[in-house]
């Protein structure tokens, strides 16, 4: 998990898809309309996080409050955390609480959960946040 935090901070495309295995399913169960919910396979993975990294103005700079739980299965782990930074157009700081969900078996991520509090990436954002009609 800290590999995987370091590369996230580093923006490093190659060193992030070198964590997951070929085969590799990440999935975001919350999220926002125009954002996939799945991903499968590293090509998948590749373009969402060029797109992602490219676009966005958030620069993660630390993860905080990590917290690992040992499930029964012990290539599942359950991590709460605090993606903290800045946005680059504003200087605004934020924190984004997520949970993941990591399965790895061999040393590579087979299944990623991710848990990403939208309302808090809007908020980091500026983007006004109303309820659907």
């Known amino acids: 998990m800290q590999r995987y935090q370091q590369t996230a901070i580093d923006k490093a ?3 992030m898809l070198d964590l997951y295995a070929e085969d590799a399913v990440h999935e975001f169960p919350f999220t926002r309309p125009g954002v996939p919910s799945r991903l499968e396979g590293r090509a998948e993975i590749r373009a969402f996080l060029e797109a992602n990294w490219t676009a966005s103005p958030l620069r993660y700079q ?5 917290v690992v739980h040992e499930t029964a299965d012990p290539d599942v782990i ?3 955390q605090d993606a903290t930074g800045t946005v680059s157009t504003t200087g605004r700081e934020f ?5 993941v969900v990591l399965t ?5 991520i087979v299944h990623f959960k991710d848990y990403v509090n939208v309302l808090a990436v809007a908020e980091a954002l500026g983007r006004e946040i109303t309820p659907d009609a």
């Open 13 to 15: 495309t190659d060193e």
């Open 78 to 80: 359950v991590v709460e």
């Open 104 to 108: 790895v078996r061999d040393g590579r």
């Open 62 to 66: 630390a993860y905080r409050n990590v």
């Open 95 to 99: 924190s984004l609480p997520n949970i």
